[in-house]
Nanobody, 130 residues
Framework: QVKLAESGGGLVQPGGSLRLSCAVS????????IAWFRQAPGKEQETVSC????????SYADSVKGRFTISKDGAKNTVYLQMDSLKPEDTAVYSC???????????????????????WGQGTQVTVSS
């Protein structure tokens, strides 16, 4: 059974930092692209960041570039989202999701930006407020 479990959310003041964790079981993060999404009340879901393990590619939404960093620990099968210089507009439920890769000939590739994801976590609340 595949499970993605987010943790690390909470209440933080503007300018503060949080590190979110996405602990994965049932699949290996070295073979799946893992993305972080967020959704604030009344707003559409936004792709925050993604990491593609086969090519080392990372991507970020313009709204978080330079402030957020995504990383992967294969030994712990966990993906992290380090969030610095947090702003009130970062307040949202943050969820992680995984998408399997594809074969091109004999080579296996993962890729960010896929239209659908195979597995999702339950989400963790991040609130940025003074």
């Amino acid at each position: 059974q595949v499970k993605l479990a987010e943790s690390g959310g909470g209440l933080v003041q503007p300018g503060g930092s949080l590190r979110l964790s996405c602990a994965v079981s049932g699949i290996t993060v070295n073979y799946f692209a893992i993305a972080w999404f967020r959704q604030a009340p009344g707003k559409e879901q936004e792709t925050v960041s993604c990491i593609s393990p086969t090519d080392g590619d990372t991507s970020y939404a313009d709204s978080v570039k330079g402030r957020f960093t995504i990383s992967k620990d294969g030994a712990k099968n966990t993906v992290y989202l380090q969030m610095d210089s947090l702003k009130p507009e970062d307040t949202a439920v943050y969820s992680c999701a995984a998408v399997r890769g594809y074969y091109s000939g004999d080579a296996y590739h993962t890729r960010c930006g896929e239209p659908t994801y195979d597995y999702w976590g339950q989400g963790t609340q991040v609130t940025v407020s003074s």
